[in-house]
């Protein structure tokens, strides 16, 4: 219970509330991309640009560009949030679904609102306990949360009005994403397609919580019927007993409205099970996966789809953000979607009719040479599909560019994209070996981290996977300028009309490049990784760029980078003003304990020990046991939790921390064996760590060295091995 001190200060923060509060109307959220003092909703307006019309902060200035305030969430495990914006109030989400409303100005908390999601349902979140925001209307504040409900809150005061449950609990479904307003409605789509879920879309009454429609994205079993003409066509594109897995199709984040077309457009994820031939063993194009789908707002009923990558088999999604421009194309007008997703490709796509109207890849692609614009549909290379042999594809699962927003700037025409160029191997899982496990992925295909000494791990991801900022001209279809960042995953990007593009780094910087020319004008250390992507908006009649900075997700978890010196776990809300003169509290000094002399076992048990961690583990404690900080570094573990090991990982122990238990996959020997693995590891780095620095460094350069030589082969051997055009 809060005390009344507590209360007490809530009330009076809000009173201290500068402006006046006013509803978000449809009238002021069809008006928003004008309206620079605000923003409104997830992609800024409904076109969903993330452009800035606020000048007040440019390149001349931006220099001057200093911290105003910070606001330090009480919640681990990352941060994907964009801050909504509305009379001086900002809305934000943090990890497990917590929602927060802060003086726009001064950082000051103003309510909190925490839904209590369970924390043992984290072994159904692929990625992490993350939120990506929340959505307003009227007097309202809508947030989705991990547990699959749907929560309206009065924007005031933060009190719950209503809840629904949108997925069925008994169900592997999750919500990370933000809803989004259509015409009084609030739309809320789920995730969980890797493990065996069927994907939907739901419209709630935004007033009410009253169930709309619901527009399913996979068939489900034809013997209990189809919801609509839409799935009775999409199920002649499976093959097999598809509906037992769910499908997947999960529409996990992008979401876009067109109120003046009355559209909605959901991007609808990828396959479960990942591989193409478990999943629809006879082949077929498996509708709507990896497609953009577009709805009647009012009535959910399909009006057309553009399916990105049929038959889908990488983990490639159409769940990135839609940005909708209106442009001159071959000398008419046309209103497009545009579209950079996972499969690399950049897509420019008529909004009315869902024709494509082109399509280039952005960064190294492998999997297609090129669309045929006749068909709208991709033209695979051979082999990449890996039914035959294992496959070297790019982009990974993780994406070309995955849901860290983009931003168009309609002053230089240009697109500002976070992008990651990497590629994976592919080794599909036998039919007969192929046995789905409950509550845990199923892909289907081999999860191995890479092999061999911890420095030329550490090089091989440090190096491979490349980050970048890529301006990107959309019509002309070709990069700009690109800035080559130090590390492989970045933060969203936010274009203004100061001529500025901004976007956090995992090396812990937030900066400012001229939007037209990327020059860098402006670098700020936020101690901690960025993910998420920036907002601009006016509070007491002073610009303000804010972003929330905070490791974790999918992408950061997963890479196993080691932390930069200088970071802090501590999630956090950053807003920056001209002459800010605020400053962030010193970072303490990490102390990293002994470790566990290693366990007496064989090669070949710790071999297995590292193959049950790549399986179960390294999704969120990091490749090779190394954390992003987002959750505890396996290698750093105190001593007394060793102690507990075997109870953490089979009783749950650490359940209420959002640690799962394993017991139904693991038996006590194989937590032993990861056990082993986790203090080989440990070791080898505290062996690293106590060796005289020129010896390590010398080592790194020479790694560093050999992993520059096989991306140099690699690059080669696939240039020479996939045809500019291949067969069809
Ligand atoms: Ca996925």
Not at 363 to 372: G, M
């Amino acid at each position: 219970m809060k005390s009344w001190m507590a209360v007490l200060w809530s009330v009076l923060a809000g009173l201290a509330v500068a402006e006046d509060w006013q509803p978000v109307t449809e009238e002021r959220l069809l008006r928003a991309g004008d309206d620079p003092d605000h923003w409104l909703s997830h992609g800024r307006s409904w076109r969903e640009q993330r452009f800035s019309p606020l000048a007040d902060i440019d390149e001349d200035n931006v220099h001057r560009l200093g911290l105003a305030w910070h606001f330090d969430v009480a919640t681990q495990h990352g941060m994907e949030s964009t801050p909504l914006v509305a009379d001086g109030r900002m809305y934000v989400t943090a990890s497990w679904s917590v929602v927060y409303a802060l003086d726009a100005a001064t950082g000051e908390l103003l309510w909190e609102y925490d839904p209590e999601v369970p924390r043992e349902t984290s072994i159904r979140y692929c990625c992490g306990a993350i939120n990506r925001g929340v959505a307003l209307w009227q007097d309202k504040v809508y947030v989705g949360t991990l547990d699959g409900r749907l929560v309206a809150l009065e924007a005031r005061s933060g009190e719950p009005v209503w809840q629904v449950q949108t997925t069925d609990p008994e169900k592997n479904y999750s919500i990370t994403g933000a809803p989004r307003i259509a015409g009084g409605q609030v739309l809320i789509g789920n995730g969980g397609a890797e493990y065996d879920v069927r994907g939907y879309v739901t419209a709630y009454d935004a007033e009410t919580g009253a169930q709309r429609w619901r527009f399913h994205t996979v068939p489900g079993n034809p013997a209990e019927g189809f919801e609509s003409e839409a799935m009775a066509r999409a199920a002649e594109t499976w093959t097999g007993e598809w509906w037992k897995l769910g499908g997947g199709g999960t529409v996990w984040d992008a979401i876009a409205y067109d109120p003046e077309l009355g559209l909605v457009y959901i991007g609808v994820g990828n396959g479960a099970p990942h591989n193409h031939r478990l999943r629809s063993p006879d082949g077929g194009d498996n509708l709507y996966l990896t497609s953009i789908v577009a709805l009647d707002a009012r009535t959910g009923d399909y009006v057309w789809h553009l399916q990105q990558v049929p038959g889908e088999s990488w983990d490639y999604t159409a769940t990135q953000q839609m940005a909708l421009v209106d442009i001159e194309w071959q000398g008419e007008p046309r209103r497009v979607i545009m579209h950079a997703p996972k499969a690399g490709f950049f897509y420019l796509i008529d909004r009315e009719t869902g024709e494509l109207l082109s399509a280039e890849p952005f960064a190294t692609v492998t999997w297609a040479s090129h669309y045929d614009l006749e068909t709208g549909r991709p033209v695979e290379r051979p082999g990449q599909r890996y039914e035959e042999d294992k496959a070297l594809v790019f982009p990974t699962g993780l994406g070309a560019h995955n849901w860290n927003p983009m931003s168009y700037s309609p002053l230089t025409g240009l697109m500002y994209l976070p992008v990651l160029d990497f590629g994976g191997e592919f080794k599909g899982t036998p039919a007969e070996e192929f046995q789905p496990l409950e509550r845990h992925w199923n892909v289907g295909y081999d999860i191995q981290g890479p092999r061999g000494p911890e420095l030329f791990i550490q090089a091989l991801m440090q190096h491979l996977p490349q980050g970048s900022l890529l301006a990107w001209d959309p019509l002309a279809q070709r990069e700009v300028w690109r800035v080559r960042h130090a590390r492989p995953t970045n933060g969203g990007t936010l274009a203004t009309a100061g001529n500025l593009v901004f976007q956090g780094t995992s090396d812990n910087g937030f900066h400012a490049w001229r939007a037209d020319t990327g020059e860098p004008l402006w670098s700020w250390p936020v101690q901690n990784g960025v993910q998420a992507g920036p907002v601009s908006y006016r509070a007491n009649g002073e610009q303000y760029i804010a972003v929330t900075a905070g490791r974790g997700g999918a992408l950061s978890m997963v890479l196993g980078l080691e932390l930069p010196d200088g970071s802090t776990p501590v999630n956090r809300v950053l807003a920056f003003r001209l002459d800010g003169e605020a400053e962030l509290p010193p970072v303490p000094a990490r102390v990293l304990p002994e470790p566990l002399p290693r366990m007496a076992v064989s090669r070949a048990e710790l071999e297995r020990g590292q193959q049950l961690y790549d399986l179960f583990c390294s999704r969120c404690h990091g490749i090779h046991a190394v954390s992003d900080g987002s959750i505890p570094d396996l290698r750093h573990l105190p001593v007394a939790w060793h102690e507990h090991f075997e109870a953490v990982v089979l009783e749950g122990l650490m359940e209420r921390a959002g640690m799962p238990r394993f017991d139904d996959v693991l038996d006590r020997d194989e937590v032993r064996l990861i056990q082993a693995f986790v203090l080989e590891r440990a070791n080898q780095d505290a062996e690293r760590r106590a060796a005289p620095a020129w010896w390590t460094t010398t080592r790194q350069w020479f790694y560093r060295k050999v992993v520059g030589a096989l991306d140099w082969m690699m690059r080669r051997s696939i240039e020479a091995s996939t045809p500019a055009t291949a067969a069809e």
